[in-house]
């Protein structure tokens, strides 16, 4: 996700475990990077979800629902795009 270099992640993390839900049973910023490519007041952050359920099987529809709103979440409170 690019973010506005002032954005903080716990802040980005809360808003992820918020939208996720239940099912996100791991969440891990895996990478930062500014500099080449990058606009200079953004910065790159890449985040590793896992999701689980305790008793089934996810279908991917379910999980592709709960990133669709991971992304709209970031993208409406972090002005942040998908890189």
């Known amino acids: 996700m690019l973010v506005d270099k002032g954005a903080r992640v716990a802040d980005l993390e809360?808003?992820?475990r918020?939208?996720?839900g239940d099912v996100l049973k791991a969440l891990?910023?895996?990478d930062v990077y500014s500099g080449e490519g990058i606009d200079p007041?953004?910065?790159s952050l890449a985040f590793s979800?896992?999701?689980q359920h305790p008793s089934r099987t996810l279908k991917d529809e379910e999980?592709?629902?709960s990133m669709a709103g991971v992304v709209e979440c970031l993208e409406r409170e972090f002005?942040?795009?998908?890189r």
Do not use: E, M, P, Y
């Open 79 to 82: 002005g942040a795009n998908l």
């Open 63 to 65: 999980v592709n629902a």
């Open 49 to 51: 979800l896992t999701f």
């Open 14 to 16: 809360r808003s992820i």
């Open 41 to 43: 007041k953004r910065k």
């Open 18 to 20: 918020k939208t996720a």
């Open 28 to 30: 891990k910023l895996f």
